[in-house]
């Protein structure tokens, strides 16, 4: 499912145009983005939860030249599924 298909299909539900649809989750996705940028933890009681987590830095290989390289260790989102979430998709 796109982005597209998202707002339409909530635009639908809940009787609001695509554009007031579509300034909501753009709204939605900035402040889960700033918090994460906060080091935040952004959760939804039975969905899931976005997080933060810290990845080591570590050695790699270019693939087309065969070079080594060293990666930096950086901070990466991540999603952890909910109970309901995750009994609604088995």
């Known amino acids: 499912m796109t982005k597209d298909q998202i707002i339409e299909a909530v635009a639908a539900k809940c009787n609001l145009s695509k ?8 709204s939605v996705l900035d402040n889960i983005t ?15 939860a976005f997080v933060i987590s810290n990845r080591k830095a570590r050695k790699g290989v270019n693939p087309k030249t065969g070079a080594k390289i060293n990666i930096p260790a950086m901070k990466v989102p991540k999603f952890r599924a909910g109970k309901a979430l995750k009994e609604a998709v088995r």
């Open 19 to 26: 554009k007031q649809t579509d300034e909501v989750l753009e």
């Open 34 to 48: 700033q918090a994460l940028q906060k080091g935040d933890k952004v959760a939804f009681t039975g969905f899931g």
